[in-house]
């Protein structure tokens, strides 16, 4: 056995019952041929395993394991895993006490495998009444650059970009909602790899560097939600982007049922993006191929398939660069512009924290404030005049609905329960009274808030995807 195999052992053997504890871990390794080194914060087991030959498994193969008891080991832990497949390398971070710090990375051979660990092993009872979390982990290899001057182009944000950091591959860039001839004050700037994303991050980030005189903000890009191949051969809704903010819902219509009369079902349609939602996906996919790049008010748009919000557990939320625990893929509504944006303009799978800490940023026009002049004349108006634009929660998006439907206002109702550590949770009922198609009248997320203003986020959010 390898010096360094013994070393790992070692390493915890003091924090769990000394000798047991060596014994138990340096059996699993004798069992499975696997070498241990602990490192920078962090054991491997594996890395590759024992026979390997070639190149690591592709990206897509590994899982994010959360909510582990922290008095558990790989040998109580690479047992569990194994049974999706074979562990190319368990990666468990550990504090400097000796105890694991909760979460830990498991490469699985293939994507297949890696897909199955998440299907069985998510909220699986690792211990009695201890449940962990297991959801896909990528290496992320963008940063959100924000604070960019907006009348830079992309040629030159991408060339400023690599005179500063090594490994630039390319620049995203989007033009602003009511200018396209700015960009939107921010930009995601695309790595070789994690390492050379991260060192780019260490270097820009103290918060002093400056592109153009301009103090810039970076921080790592929110990961791009993963849609199994599976499920995204079923969408037969597009997500179009870059619009006109004066195009209608009427005139995108139009246009994408020019190739073949008929074919969509509905449009909706958020500030500068929308989703045009087809009877069938074969004239999704082909409207896809037509549309995408073709000029509608002026504005080139980009058209994509629109990858559906997961309705069960999901993990997001950038953990150095990793997926963590903490938030849900929701439909967002409001666009977040002007720097504030960190995901990649996907308003699928904005991110709502379910704490209330965060909810969608609100867009321009509310951030912006003016002075109020004395004498200034204020005319009296109906919120419902006004356009969509201007709100800034899910809840008054889904009382504007309503009432652009001529619906009553939505109900909400409101139930509590205890978690398992004495905390109140929350959770909102939403009755919509006289949908008038006769469809079900009332949403409930099987989500639980600790806020009630997180709780009520959350319902109007699901209310409003499920409309």
């Known amino acids: 056995m390898h010096e360094e195999n013994k070393a790992a052992a ?32 962090q054991r ?20 994010f394991v959360g ?11 690479v047992p569990v895993f194994e049974r999706a497949g074979k562990i190319y390398e368990f990666r468990l971070m550990m504090e400097f006490s000796g105890e694991n710090r909760g979460y830990a990375f498991v490469m699985y051979t293939t994507k297949e495998e890696a897909q199955l660990a998440i299907k069985i092993l998510n909220n699986y009872e690792i211990r009695p009444g201890k449940f962990i979390g297991v959801c896909v982990s990528l290496d992320n290899c963008r940063l959100f650059i924000g ?46 790899s994690h390492r050379a994303a991260a060192m780019a991050r260490r270097r820009l980030i103290p918060g002093t560097f400056q592109l153009w005189g301009h103090t810039i903000q970076v921080d790592w890009a929110d990961p791009e939600k993963e849609v199994d191949d599976e499920t995204m051969q079923r969408v037969k809704v597009l997500y179009v982007r870059n619009l006109m903010i004066s195009t209608t819902e009427d005139t995108i219509k139009a246009e994408f049922n020019k190739f073949k009369p008929g074919v969509v079902e509905r449009v909706k349609k958020l500030r500068d993006y929308a989703f045009v939602h087809f009877f069938h996906r074969e004239d999704a996919v082909a409207a896809m191929s037509l549309m995408n790049g073709r000029c509608i008010d002026g504005a080139s748009i980009e058209v994509t398939l629109a990858k559906p919000v997961n309705k069960e557990s999901t993990w997001k939320q950038h953990f ?55 004498g200034t004349k204020l005319t009296p108006i109906s919120m419902y005049s006004l356009k969509s634009s201007h709100f800034s929660s899910a809840a008054m998006h889904l009382d504007y609905f309503c009432n652009k439907n001529n619906w009553a206002p939505p109900e909400y109702y409101l139930y509590s329960t205890t978690s398992q550590d004495g905390k109140i949770l929350l959770v909102y009922k939403v009755l919509i009274p006289g949908i008038a198609d006769g469809s079900q009248s009332y949403f409930m997320p099987d989500k639980l808030c600790m806020t009630v203003e997180g709780a009520k986020e959350l319902a109007a ?7």
């Open 461 to 467: 959010q699901f209310t409003l995807l499920h409309l």
């Open 147 to 192: 604070a960019i001057p907006k009348e830079k182009k992309k040629e030159e944000i991408l060339n400023e970009m690599k005179k500063v950091t090594e490994g630039v591959v390319d620049v995203i860039v989007y033009p602003n909602a009511t200018d396209k001839t700015k960009n939107r004050g921010f930009a995601f700037v695309e790595y070789e």
């Open 320 to 374: 150095n660069g990793q997926i963590s625990p903490g938030s849900e893929n929701l439909l967002g509504f409001p666009n977040k512009e002007d720097g504030h944006q960190k995901s990649l303009g996907k308003p699928a799978s904005l991110s709502v924290h379910l704490n209330g800490q965060h909810s969608p940023a609100p867009p321009e026009v509310e951030r912006c404030t003016y002075p109020f002049f004395p």
């Open 67 to 77: 909510k582990i008891p922290r008095d558990m080991y790989e040998d109580e832990l």
């Open 10 to 41: 070692n390493g915890c053997g003091k924090i769990r019952s000394g000798t047991q504890n060596e014994a138990a871990l340096l059996a699993l390794m004798e069992k499975t041929g696997y070498s241990m080194v602990q490192e920078n914060g």
């Open 44 to 63: 491997k087991f594996g890395g590759p395993p024992p026979g390997w030959e070639g190149p690591p498994p592709p990206r897509g193969c590994e899982v």
